[in-house]
């Protein structure tokens, strides 16, 4: 069992910055694949970054050079640094787990365990 807790959404102006947090209780995470994803509302829950047990990232087109997914080992923490901010990046984002996964990160479909969301809006 995994459990997920977001935290550090808010309200910013566009250009701005936000650190989002997920704290991992359960398995030691950082032994899987981890990744954020978002759902803005009328459209499909999109991947936004993934960061599998080597440490290996990928990112959405949208965000790269923007975002940065990181994880702290000895925190049991993952994060998702979110600069240069747009409108377009307002959404509610998920911090998720795929325990089976560790060399690579599978589909969104085979991420297992999912956090309550955080909430993000970018004003223009």
């Known amino acids: 069992q995994v459990q997920l807790v977001e935290a550090g959404g808010g309200s910013v102006q566009a250009g701005g910055s936000l650190r989002l947090s997920c704290d991992a209780s359960g398995r030691t995470y950082s032994s899987y694949c981890m990744g954020w994803f978002r759902q803005a509302p009328g459209k499909e829950r999109e991947g936004v970054a993934t960061?599998?047990?080597?440490?290996?990232?990928t990112y959405a087109d949208s965000v790269k050079g923007r975002f940065t997914i990181s994880k702290d080992g000895a925190k049991n923490t993952l994060y998702l640094q979110m600069n240069s901010l747009k409108p377009e990046d307002t959404a509610m984002y998920y911090c998720?787990?795929?325990?089976?996964?560790?060399?690579?990160?599978?589909?969104?479909?085979?991420?297992?365990?999912w956090g309550q969301g955080t909430q993000v809006t970018v004003s223009s």
């Open positions: 960061i599998t047990g080597e440490g290996r990232t």
């Open positions: 998720a787990a795929a325990p089976l996964f560790w060399a690579y990160c599978p589909a969104q479909t085979d991420f297992g365990y």
